[in-house]
């Protein structure tokens, strides 16, 4: 139960949810910030599986792995407002309608996300490469998981 | 002299010129994600601006610091390679030239960005809001002269 409670918790933080303080974006911006923030991820991601894959580079993967957990930790939750549910002009978006209506889930798929980043990061600082392949699985698939609830193009 | 060139080392690790392991990303990837990363990024400091300027949430500014540092520290260079100077099909990039000619410059910016970044994030960490609000500036005076030299669209 404690874990369970501690998963919503770090899931409601992760979305930003409980913050007072939120810079107001404009929803436009916040369907561009989201998209940039995944991409930036995606980038770091690729860096990872090409280390597991060829020649590791342990500095690399610390780097690669801080920069996926600060996009887990930074409250992307303030990025899907009203608003974003469509398109804004040339923001596309592929978000899925349940995304808005499944607080629940969103807030599971959100702290699952952070908690597999915080451990990939904790697995990179280790340097022990059995550790990282199985973090980065882990990461992978929190990601698939969010993708096939909310993400129309998958 | 220790001290320029710790920051020359940090400036190359931070640019990624130093990494043997790369992923291989096309040219229009790397100007997407380079842009993305620098949107990341923006969004992040908005943030930190907005509590500086109302209520001070320690905990998103936290966040925050830790995303803009996981940018800072990502190895960007590696997303200015080759080929990247002009824009690629629908990826537009405001890029100067001198970019991708003069090394000493962008290795002294790229260093002082991850410097003043991780520096946002010690000053986070503790607490003091005065420390965040001068790490905060010295960030900006970072991300300037780097845009003064190497933005055509400031």
Redesign the interface.
Known sequence: MKKITTRIVLGI?AL?LA???????KPE?QI??R???Y??A???S??I???LE????A??VK??A??????A???MGA?FGPGTENAIGDQKTSVKPELFTNTPLIVKHSGDFATAANALVKAADSGDVAAVKAAYGDLGKSCKACHDDFRARN
Chains 1, 2 share one sequence.
Not at 54 to 57: A, E, I, N, P, V
Not at 66 to 71: L, R, S
């Open positions: 933080a930003g913050t007072s303080v939120c810079a107001q974006v911006d561009k910030f998209k940039a923030a991409s930036f995606a980038w770091n690729g860096k599986k090409a280390n060829g020649t590791y580079d500095a690399q780097a690669a801080n920069a996926i957990a600060g996009v930790n930074s409250g990025l």
